[in-house]
């Protein structure tokens, strides 16, 4: 059973840029697809962007041209970095795997998570 774990995150003011990792034990990271979701105080978990097994991306409208994700399959590690970050980005991020053959917007599609890791951005 693949497991997840991430690190970076922290503080940042407006503008700036971080870094999450998500490293894979366990399991391949490239056989699966691969999602960045985040949650803010009180909201649900919602889908960020995401990494295929064909290495192609995704990302949602409000992070598109910010955020990149990316993998080192060296590593067995997915990395999401973050630019230009907003104070709206604050949440608990998360990356997760899914067995599907797609890569799904929905929490419940996805089988094993990471920890999460507090990502806040002052204003």
């Known amino acids: 059973q693949v497991q997840l774990a991430q690190s970076g995150g922290g503080l940042v003011q407006a503008g700036g840029s971080l870094r999450l990792s998500c490293e894979a034990s366990?399991?391949?990271?490239?056989?699966?697809?691969l999602g960045w979701f985040r949650q803010a105080p009180g909201k649900e978990r919602v889908f960020v962007a995401g990494i295929r097994k064909t290495s192609t991306t995704y990302y949602i409208e409000a992070v598109k041209g910010r955020f990149t994700v990316s993998r080192d399959n060296a590593k067995n590690t997915v990395y999401l970095q973050m630019n230009k970050l907003k104070p709206d980005d604050t949440a608990v991020y998360y990356c997760?795997?899914?067995?599907?053959?797609?890569?799904?917007?929905?929490?419940?599609?996805?089988?094993?998570w990471g920890q999460g890791t507090q990502v806040n951005v002052s204003s």
């Open positions: 997760a795997v899914t067995e599907l053959a797609l890569l799904p917007s929905a929490p419940k599609d996805y089988a094993v």
């Open positions: 366990g399991g391949t990271l490239s056989t699966y697809n």
